[in-house]
């Protein structure tokens, strides 16, 4: 038998925490879709991120349909490793020419993740994900941001999406009612979209890289 979790997402509120979560549901499956759409990156790195966004979309499709904690895992730990995945691939690029520093970056990263999924398979430390995680993205942002300017690559747009689609979840969360609960609907489809388009530029670029190298 599945833990059920009580969420706190403005759905489970405005079903009293009933299952399923129709609207989450249904369009976290838009996750999924978007790398069969678009194409899986040519770099392993980024090939990588590709993979667990669109397991991220299934897992996140069951985590709000049945409201259990392996769904809820699934989730998240999908979330945290496309993010080490990215990051990951953000150090290379920026430290291409510098092995030794870019190992000991890396070498942070790794731990990390480790310790993410760590804290986030035990329950009562279930309130740190949005803490950490939030930093992971704080820093993952903050190399988009290097790399783009070292190496010429157009971020803002597709960042601006994601932002959006991130501020309307926010707002749904703070100020739950039947309009803003499509908030999170909105998160599910810009996010994603924005954030995989710049997924497509930097592997354009690495993959650019590698062929200047070798």
């Known amino acids: 038998m599945e833990t059920e979790v009580i969420h706190n997402f403005c759905e489970s509120r405005l079903n009293h925490n009933q299952p399923p979560e129709y609207f989450n549901s249904f369009t976290s499956l838009f996750i999924t879709i978007i790398p069969l759409i678009y194409g899986f990156p040519k770099s392993n790195i980024f090939y990588n991120v590709a993979c667990m966004l669109a397991f991220n979309g299934c897992a996140s499709f069951y985590y709000h349909y049945r409201l259990t904690w392996i769904g809820k895992q699934s989730d998240e730990i999908?979330?945290?490793?496309?993010?080490?995945?990215?990051?990951?691939?953000?150090?290379?690029?920026?430290y291409f020419n510098k092995k030794d520093t870019l190992n000991w970056y890396n070498g942070w990263n790794s731990m990390f993740m480790v310790c993410s999924i760590v804290f986030n398979t035990?329950?009562?430390?279930?309130?740190?994900?949005?803490?950490?995680?939030?930093?992971?993205?704080?820093?993952?942002?903050?190399?988009?941001?290097k790399v783009a300017i070292k190496h010429g690559i157009v971020y803002r747009k597709y960042l601006l999406v994601s932002f959006i689609g991130a501020s309307c979840w926010i707002i749904s969360e703070v100020n739950c009612n039947e309009?803003?609960?499509?908030?999170?609907?909105?998160?599910?489809?810009?996010?994603?979209?924005?954030?995989?388009q710049l997924v497509l530029r930097y592997d354009e670029k690495i993959t650019e890289l590698r062929q200047i190298i070798y």
């Open 122 to 145: 035990l329950l009562r430390f279930d309130y740190l994900f949005p803490l950490l995680f939030g930093l992971y993205i704080f820093v993952t942002l903050y190399y988009i941001r």
């Open 78 to 94: 999908s979330m945290i490793l496309a993010t080490y995945y990215g990051l990951w691939g953000l150090l290379k690029m920026y």
């Open 179 to 196: 309009i803003t609960v499509y908030g999170h609907v909105i998160w599910h489809l810009l996010f994603p979209l924005g954030f995989y």
